[in-house]
């Protein structure tokens, strides 16, 4: 399994402070907690993508490719990338160009995003989200997998002879990801292709996940890419920790309450009881995480959300710690009893050239 953590990058005001960290502040910040993510023995380092305040990633392979600089072995991934509203032109030639950069340490997390203004601001309809984001996604995988492509669609202009340069890295394109909060369209999407599900579980009770990554495990043996137990899953969470419960719920309930996301709705233990959030102890963590896969079967990726809500970045980087230190290496250990050995592990771009070899060979 891969373990690592995901941004939003949102500006938020401290609550227990009054301070808002400036754009660049925030930016700066980001880039610590991916360099923090390897120096803790984390695996992966996912950036979302926004083009409204109050959140800052505009541009995730400009980030990226700063990050994939002063890392060595940190997979970069993105959470998400805007598959409705981005130019699918636009994506395959940024994200090759980064897979070269950072020497195949990159993968995609597909998505719609859940910010309706961003639609008309790049010229689409919301109304038009699950079509765009089949279309814009057929497109996107011939221009990584085909030298030339003539293509004509719905909701841009036509391709005739065009190729997209560069081309992926040794003839093998990122791995991507279809994630999705709600939507069987994408589950199905992501099973269509034998692509990965990755399942945002943060704002959804546990039975809503288990539905979501049951359909896309049964529609992915459906279209012959594997046993269902053979789906690339991964999922989100949320984690607030101190060496004592209850430190941790004192310190983390005034950036809950006031959090943009969920602040001034359900108490906090009402939201930590119905949904993955867990703020306590690092063992209240690694036994909420590890009953996820009670629900949801042996996957692959598990990313945490830790920069939110305002938190500061000293904050930020004791979590890290806990979760490097403390966390992890439990996980790490406990998720691979009993894994069955024809589960394939989280997948990689060695691992993806090395299967492209093998079809080549036979």
């Not at 990338?81 to 980064?98: C, G, H, R, S």
Request: net charge negative; proline share 7%.
């Amino acid at each position: 399994m891969q373990f690592g953590v995901f941004t939003v990058g949102d500006v938020t005001q401290d609550p227990t402070t009054g301070r808002v960290p400036t754009d660049a502040e925030r930016v700066k910040a980001m880039v610590t907690i991916a360099l923090k993510a390897e120096e803790v023995g984390l695996d992966v380092f996912a950036l979302g993508e926004h083009h409204n305040p109050p959140f800052v990633p505009s541009s995730p392979t400009t980030m990226l490719g700063w990050i994939a600089a002063k890392t060595s072995t940190l997979q970069l991934s993105t959470a998400t990338t805007l598959i409705t509203t981005n130019d699918p032109v636009k994506i395959a030639e940024d994200y090759a160009m980064l897979q070269h950069l950072a020497d195949g340490r990159v993968d995609l997390m597909m998505g719609r995003g859940n910010t309706g203004p961003v639609y008309p601001w790049f010229g689409q309809d919301i109304r038009n989200g699950i079509a765009l984001a089949v279309e814009n996604y057929a497109l996107l995988r011939r221009l990584w997998r085909e030298d030339v492509v003539d293509w004509e669609g719905k909701f841009r202009t036509p391709l005739q002879g065009f190729t997209a340069t560069p081309r992926p890295l040794d003839g093998v394109p990122p791995f991507v990801w279809h994630g999705s909060i709600r939507s069987p369209e994408i589950a199905e999407q992501a099973a269509y292709y034998g692509d990965g599900f990755f399942a945002n579980h943060i704002f959804w009770p546990k039975e809503h996940t288990a539905r979501m990554v049951g359909l896309y495990r049964q529609r992915f043996e459906h279209y012959g890419h594997g046993s269902a137990d053979q789906a690339i899953v991964g999922l989100g969470g949320q984690v607030f920790m101190r060496k004592n419960s209850q430190d941790a719920k004192r310190e983390f309930r005034p950036y809950f309450d006031n959090a943009p996301v969920y602040g001034h709705g359900p108490s906090m233990e009402d939201f930590t009881a119905q949904t993955p959030l867990t703020v306590g102890s690092p063992q209240e963590v690694i036994d909420r995480t590890l009953s996820f896969r009670e629900y949801v079967g042996d996957y692959q990726r598990q990313l945490f959300l830790l920069d939110h809500a305002g938190l500061p970045l000293k904050t930020v980087l004791e979590q890290l710690d806990i979760l490097g230190e403390e966390v992890v290496p439990v996980l790490r250990k406990e998720f691979a009893v009993g894994r069955p050995a024809h589960v394939p592990d989280a997948p990689t771009h060695a691992a993806l050239k090395a299967r492209q070899t093998e079809k080549v060979d036979a």
